[in-house]
Each structure stands twice: as structure tokens, then as C-alpha cells.
């Protein structure tokens, strides 16, 4: 399916302001009328001054600017409620969808589109579509009222269900003719936005009167452009008492190790920041990373250190960590998907679990005490919780914001908060790129800072010659002719380094990002340390451009 991904709108202000703006109903139906929006006579919001937002507020992507380049920064429009709406609320039909994986909250802004239509709008037809995407054209849907949906934050999970795979454009948008839908509001990630772009674009295709508002939804919190997303504080906090059990069960045995997989298929927030919070992680694997196990500066040197050191360790890995090297000790090279597409991931943690137990074996036979590891996986237990207080605020103003804008007119957009400010932000700026930690940032310094962890700089050399060695068995056992580049490239020396600058994640292609660190750095030998505290400097590569998501990083 080709979807065209570019942003609707470019509003140059004055100054050379650049307003990323989103599609607004009138583009296509420019004669529709206007109605004045019934919050001017609640009892609430009306007490309020200054409740409306203005036409003109924007939001800037970056505050942190550089004092010499403020001309030509980028705005989106701000959310909130506005003076005049386009929808009458008796005439409204809502519709919601929830797709994807499972995360904390999801109910919470069902609960809240409902609640925030149905009270401050008086909207009163709301459907629940069930199942995701093939619930629009396989599935009857349900009312939803603030009854129904009263207690339902409480609870994990979605009450609409959800799904991979099955978005069938046109199918679905005939299901919104049908059912006379004019609002659809769809939660859900990186892939779901994109199924909401293909939707709205048809809608307008066909010229229908239907407004489409995404909810950004990932518990791995690799949305772009957003400061973060809903869910990630309580998995981040769940995942804690998975830590907390692993340090115990470390703790608790000579040469114990407590492992613990975590969520992060491209994106390993949920790692990084449950380490920072936990203080009990010894080291911590991130898709952003690469990772080696043998040799100088690789994961079985450190653990050895670290157990010798303290009797114990906590490793936390990310599950789509590794998954190169993984992929090729065990020869597997399937590439299989799920319905949507996204790749299925090799686990990480019984890979890591099995070789740190046959290494150990192998490398100290005579240890008094053997290697005592645990693996906990609480993956689908951190996903599958209720959202926390803090989060349940978020997901209220989620809703409330994507309402607004749909009342209002606007479309087509993903909605979430820039620099703490709501905004309507287009779908395709959100899609277009993926977010990544930046570990060129103080944020990962702070983490390598307090596990003193290697830094896999070694990890391309290591790799290459893993292949090289490889093809030469092959080869020998075989008796096969070994190519020419083979014979020719030289064995790697221990204390060569990992030229950065060329390293592929995932498909995409990365370059080497230090960020100008007012730190002064010292090289030894092959690495870099911190000069006060010694510890290593990561110089690792991440994807994408280092500045893109400076706003979203240390503060
Ligand atoms: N490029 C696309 N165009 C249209 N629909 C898409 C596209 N990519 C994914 N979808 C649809 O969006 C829905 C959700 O996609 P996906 O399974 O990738 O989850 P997600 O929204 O990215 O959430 P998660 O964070 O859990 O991965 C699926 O029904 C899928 O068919
Ligand atoms: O098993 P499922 O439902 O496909 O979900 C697993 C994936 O969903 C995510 O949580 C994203 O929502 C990933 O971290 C994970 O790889
Ligand atoms: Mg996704």
C-alpha cells in the first residue's frame, strides 16, 4: 500500500516562523457552517478565563535553541478548545478504535474521549469499534457511555480489544459511510498513525464531512516528535519490581545473576530508564547498542569483573537487543513477521541466559560456586497493568485535546505534548521517523556513569572477525574455496577500533553522534574516559540525526 506521507500543510509566519500545520475539514468542504462551542455555558470550563486557545497559538518543537538560530523554527498548533466548532453535538457520531500491542492507559482515554464528548460536548452517539482495524468491517460495534466506561481506567488492557494487521482502507472507510461516523478516534502506535493517515486521506478522497484524530500509543515510547508517551512511567515503574526480585535472587546466591528482559523493540527507554530508577542494574543492553559477548571490552569480560568484584549483578536488556548477533550464532535467518509486519524478535534473554551459563561453565570449571542465573521475563505483565496516577492525568489530557481538535475540525493530525504543551502535530511528521535514544546525550552518559558498563566500541571489528573466522571453518570442513577477500583481509588486532560511521541498525543507516560535551575527553588507547571519574565514554552509533530529538532528552 502506498500512502503519501507528506506533511499537509507549511504556514511561513511572520519572522520566519515555520508552522508544521494539520489539515483542517474546510480544506475539502470549505462552505461548512459554524457553531459556537458549548463549553462558553458549562459550569466549569465557563468560570474559566482564558480557556479557549487562539488561532494563531503555536507550539515551538525545540526550546532549547541555539541564541544565533531562532529564525525559521518550526511550530505545531497548539490543542484546546476553541471559540467556534464544526459539528453540531447532536449531529456528532464518534467512533473509537484501539490498535497495536497492549499498553497501560488505553482504557483511561477510552474512558476520557467518552466522558470529555459526552459531558463537555453533549455528544451522545459513541461506538466502540471491536478488535482494531478488521473490527470496522468484521465486527458490530458497541455504545459507549460515560456508564459503560465509568471503572474501566481501572482495569489493564482495552475494552475494545485490539489487533495487528487487517487494515483494509477502503473497507473501513465504507464502514464509516455506513455507519454515518463523522468523527473517528484511533490510539494507537507508529503503525496505527499510519493506518489513521490512509483513513483520513480517503475520507477526504471521497469527500466525506468525517474528521480522523490520532492517539499516540506505545509502551516502548518511540514516537517521534512527542515528548513522551502514555504508559511509559507505569511500565517503567512495573518494571521495577522485576528488578527488585532479580537483585534479590542475585543477591541471595554466590555469583549471582539476576536478569531481566524488558520491552524495546527499536527503542530501549523502557531499559534505560528503569536502570537510572533502579540503581541495582549492573548493565544494561539496548537495541541502540550493539553488544559483543568475547574478548577485550565485551559482556563476558565485564561480568566476570563484576562478579568478582561484588558476588553479584543485575542485567536488564531491552528484547530487540542483539538481535543481530543473535540472529547469527544461531544460523537463524527467517525474518518472520507479525500481521502488521513488524519483525518477531529472537529472545535476547534466553539466548543470554544459556550462553552466560555455558560460558561460565566452560572458562571457570573449577569455580567453588557455579553461576547461579535467574531470567525473568515480565514483559507482557509490565504492558498489561493499569495506568499510574501520573499517567492517567496524561491519557485525560490526551483525550480531552484530541476532542477539541476534532470539534474544531482539524484532522488527520497525531495529538501529544511538545516541550509539556499539547499540540496537533500531522500524522506524517510523526510517522516519517522513529525515536531512538540518543546515546550521544547526557541522559545515556548518566546511566553509563552509574554502571560503569562497557561500551561495545569494539562491536563492527568483533563482528567481522566472527564472519571471517566463520567462513574460514566453513570452508576448511568443506574444502570449499574460500573467496579471495576472506584469504586477503587480515585477522583484526584485539586493540583495533570500531570506526562508527558506518554501523546499520535495523536497516537504517547510522552514523556517529558525539554531541560537544563541555566534559573534556582523554583517549586511552582504544577508549575514551570521562577524565574525572575514569569511567568509559560511550561513543556508540545511534540512528538518526544526533539533534533530532534534543528537546525530548536530558533536560
Ligand atoms: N503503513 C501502514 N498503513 C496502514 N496501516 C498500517 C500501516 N502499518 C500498520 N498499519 C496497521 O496499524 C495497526 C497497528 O500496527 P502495528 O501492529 O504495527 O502496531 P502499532 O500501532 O505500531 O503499535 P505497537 O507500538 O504496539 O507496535 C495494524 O492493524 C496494521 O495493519
Ligand atoms: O506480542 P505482541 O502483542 O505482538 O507485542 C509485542 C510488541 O509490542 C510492543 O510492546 C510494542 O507495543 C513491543 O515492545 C513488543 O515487541
Ligand atoms: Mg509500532
Not at 556513569?449 to 567481522?464: A, C, I
Request: proline share 6%; with cysteine.
Amino acid at each position: 500500500m502506498s500512502i503519501d506521507f507528506v506533511p499537509a500543510k507549511i504556514v511561513k509566519g511572520a519572522g520566519g516562523a515555520i508552522l508544521e500545520d494539520v489539515p483542517h475539514i474546510t480544506d475539502w468542504l470549505p462552505d461548512l457552517p459554524t457553531y459556537t462551542n458549548p463549553l462558553k455555558y458549562h459550569p466549569a470550563y465557563a468560570a474559566v478565563r482564558q480557556y479557549f486557545v487562539e488561532e494563531s497559538d503555536v507550539v515551538a518543537k525545540d526550546v532549547v535553541v541555539n541564541v544565533n538560530r531562532t529564525s525559521g523554527a518550526t511550530y505545531f498548533r497548539r490543542a484546546g478548545p476553541r471559540d467556534k466548532i464544526y459539528f453540531k453535538p447532536e449531529d456528532v457520531k464518534a467512533c473509537i478504535v484501539t490498535c497495536g500491542g497492549l499498553c497501560p492507559g488505553l482504557n483511561t482515554v477510552i474512558r476520557e474521549i467518552v466522558c470529555g464528548l459526552w459531558t463537555q460536548y453533549g455528544v451522545r452517539e459513541i461506538f466502540g469499534i471491536i478488535g482494531g482495524y478488521r473490527g470496522f468491517y468484521c465486527r458490530n460495534t458497541i455504545d459507549l457511555n460515560p456508564k459503560v466506561v465509568n471503572d474501566i481506567h481501572k482495569r489493564g488492557g482495552t475494552i475494545l480489544c485490539t489487533s495487528r494487521g487487517g487494515h483494509e482502507t477502503s473497507k473501513i472507510v465504507d464502514s464509516i459511510e455506513d455507519r454515518g461516523i463523522n468523527q473517528v478516534y484511533i490510539i494507537g502506535g507508529d503503525g496505527t498513525q499510519k493506518g489513521a493517515w490512509a483513513i483520513h486521506k480517503e475520507c477526504v478522497k471521497r469527500n466525506l464531512e468525517v474528521v480522523v484524530a490520532g492517539i499516540p500509543k506505545t509502551i516502548d515510547n518511540d514516537i517521534d516528535i512527542i515528548d513522551k508517551s502514555f504508559g511509559f512511567d507505569t511500565a517503567v515503574e512495573e518494571a521495577q519490581r522485576a528488578i527488585n526480585a532479580a537483585h534479590v535472587e542475585a543477591c541471595s546466591a554466590q555469583n549471582g545473576i539476576g536478569l531481566v528482559k524488558l520491552m524495546g523493540r527499536y527503542s530501549g527507554y523502557i531499559a534505560m530508564y528503569a536502570t537510572l530508577a533502579s540503581r541495582d542494574v549492573d548493565l544494561c543492553l539496548i537495541p541502540e547498542v550493539p553488544f559483543y559477548l568475547e574478548g577485550p571490552g565485551g559482556l563476558y569480560e565485564f561480568v566476570d569483573q563484576r562478579l568478582h568484584e561484588s558476588g553479584h549483578m543485575v542485567i536488564v536488556v531491552a528484547e530487540g537487543a542483539g538481535q543481530e548477533l543473535i540472529a547469527e550464532s544461531m544460523g537463524s535467518h527467517d525474518n518472520l513477521v507479525d500481521p502488521s509486519g513488524n519483525p518477531l524478535l529472537l529472545d535476547v534473554g534466553l539466548w543470554l541466559s544459556q550462553n552466560l551459563k555455558s560460558y561460565f561453565a566452560k572458562a571457570h570449571p573449577t569455580y567453588k560456586e557455579p553461576l547461579t542465573l535467574k531470567y525473568i521475563d515480565p514483559t507482557y505483565m509490565v504492558r498489561a497493568i493499569p495506568s499510574n496516577a501520573s499517567d492517567n492525568v496524561y491519557c485525560t489530557l490526551l483525550a480531552h485535546s484530541a476532542i477539541h481538535g476534532a470539534m474544531a475540525g482539524y484532522c488527520g493530525f497525531t495529538v501529544g505534548p511538545v516541550n509539556n504543551r499539547h499540540c496537533y502535530i500531522p500524522i506524517p511528521r510523526v510517522v516519517s521517523t522513529q525515536r531512538h535514544v540518543n546515546v550521544a546525550d547526557r541522559m545515556w552518559a548518566r546511566l553509563l556513569s552509574g554502571t560503569n558498563q562497557p561500551d561495545f566500541l569494539r562491536y563492527k571489528v568483533v563482528m567481522e572477525e566472527r564472519r571471517r573466522t566463520k567462513a574460514l571453518k566453513q570452508a576448511e570442513s568443506k574444502e570449499e574455496h574460500v573467496p579471495k577477500q576472506i584469504l586477503k583481509s587480515p585477522p583484526v588486532s584485539p586493540s583495533q577500533t570500531c570506526p562508527l560511521t558506518d554501523v546499520d541498525i535495523n536497516g537504517s543507516n547510522v552514523t556517529k553522534q558525539m554531541k560537544d560535551d563541555s566534559t573534556a575527553r582523554i583517549s586511552t588507547g582504544d577508549r575514551q574516559f570521562f577524565p574525572a571519574t575514569g569511567y568509559p565514554l560511550v561513543t556508540s552509533p545511534v540512528p538518526g540525526d544526533p539533534t533530532a530529538n534534543f528537546n525530548q532528552e536530558t533536560p
